[in-house]
């Protein structure tokens, strides 16, 4: 069972920046794939970034520029660092994770989601 614990939302200013933090647990053997997801009230989730083993990290447009996916292999967990924040940059952020157990099985998991509130 691979569980992701989310940290690090909150209140930030407009302009502010915020880190968030998705750690992976339980019996992994390797994570590949790891994105972050936001959902706004009213609205469908979206995909905010996302990074696999072995290509570039790939950005929405409304964030590019501004926010920074990246990884720890050695402690399983995904960072999302967001510079610059918006108003619209408001919402509930999920992390997902896509990668293999112990036993060699295949596995993806959610986060229990973290709220960012961008305002002044």
């Known amino acids: 069972q691979v569980q992701l614990v989310e940290s690090g939302g909150g209140l930030a200013q407009p302009g502010g920046s915020l880190r968030l933090s998705c750690a992976a647990s339980g019996s992994i053997s390797s994570i590949y794939a790891a994105a972050w997801y936001r959902q706004a009230p009213g609205k469908q989730r979206e995909l905010v970034a996302n990074i696999t083993t072995d290509s570039n990290p790939n950005y929405a447009d409304a964030v590019k520029g501004r926010f920074t996916i990246s990884r720890d292999n050695a402690k399983n967990t995904v960072y999302l660092q967001m510079n610059s924040l918006k108003f619209e940059d408001t919402a509930v952020y999920y992390c997902?994770?896509?990668?293999?157990?112990?036993?060699?099985?295949?596995?993806?998991?959610w986060g229990q989601g973290t709220q960012v509130t961008v305002s002044s």
């Open positions: 997902y994770v896509e990668g293999t157990t112990d036993w060699g099985y295949s596995f993806d998991s």
